[in-house]
């Protein structure tokens, strides 16, 4: 049994919607500890931590995409859309959990349409990295 964190990796590469959902919350994981050191040690305002936030759930969920389209090698755009579809109901649910409310509002419904968007565009780009 391999435990290595490579064996781990080519074992989720068979599930390319997981795949890419590891990577996206590996990147967003990372952006936010980025940008909470950048908070704490610099001066950055409320309105721009907003902006931030959003770059940085963009740029989460085009990593994921075009890692989840590349594992897949096919249908990038239907790989890309689910990972950001997952990612969008996975950050609904952690806003549930979190802060105890639910409202799906037009604006809401847009962000999650955007997040789909943007998944299936990076996994466009994905698949059509693959060699």
């Known amino acids: 049994m391999d435990l290595s964190l490579r064996g781990t990796l080519q074992t989720l590469r068979r599930f ?7 990577w996206a919350l590996f990147v967003a994981a990372l952006g936010t500890l980025l ?40 249908r990038g755009w239907y790989y890309g859309g689910l ?16 802060y105890n409310t639910f409202s799906m509002d037009p604006g809401g ?8 968007l943007i998944g299936a565009f990076g996994g466009i780009i994905g698949v059509n990295t693959v060699r």
């Open 16 to 22: 390319p919607v997981l795949y890419g959902l590891t």
């Open 35 to 74: 940008v909470s050191l950048w908070a704490h040690f610099g001066t950055v305002s409320p309105d721009r931590t907003v902006l931030i936030a959003y770059v940085l759930h963009c740029l989460s969920i085009l990593a994921g995409a075009l890692a989840g389209s590349r594992a897949a090698a096919e």
């Open 83 to 98: 990972v950001g579809l997952c990612y969008a109901f996975l950050m609904i649910l952690i806003g549930v959990v979190v």
């Open 109 to 116: 419904l847009f962000r999650v349409l955007v997040m789909i």
